[in-house]
């Protein structure tokens, strides 16, 4: 197992920048695929982007294509979820996670993922 834990969230304007990190530990992040996901209250967790072992294969939700860019560095063992022009609508928890599988079809259901972070708040005001 790895352990995630998510940071970098917080209150932003509309239109702002965030940047959230994903700091793993208790093995080496490359041999894991990536993703983020986002809870917003009272709604399901959702996908938003997700990243292949070297990086080379990336996928996103269409309502963050263009907008947010996930990246990883293995050596840190850290991954990133840069969120630029934010939306009142991406209001929510965003969760990193990590499964230790080989990348064949973008993983985008939280059923893809055995590993969990407890997650960043990101506000976003209008």
């Known amino acids: 197992q790895v352990q995630l834990v998510e940071s970098g969230g917080g209150l932003v304007q509309a239109g702002g920048s965030l940047r959230l990190s994903c700091a793993a530990s208790?093995?080496?992040?490359?041999?894991?695929?990536m993703g983020w996901f986002r809870q917003a209250p009272g709604k399901e967790r959702e996908f938003v982007a997700a990243i292949s072992w070297s990086g080379g294969w990336t996928f996103y939700a269409d309502s963050v294509k263009g907008r947010f860019t996930i990246s990883r560095d293995n050596a840190k063992n850290t991954a990133y979820l840069q969120m630029n022009s934010l939306k009142p609508e991406d209001t929510a928890v965003y969760y990193c996670?990590?499964?230790?599988?080989?990348?064949?079809?973008?993983?985008?259901?939280?059923?893809?993922?055995?590993?969990w972070g407890q997650g960043t708040q990101v506000t976003v005001s209008s």
């Open positions: 208790g093995r080496p992040l490359s041999t894991y695929v």
């Open positions: 996670a990590a499964v230790g599988t080989p990348w064949v079809t973008p993983k985008t259901s939280t059923r893809d993922y055995d590993n």
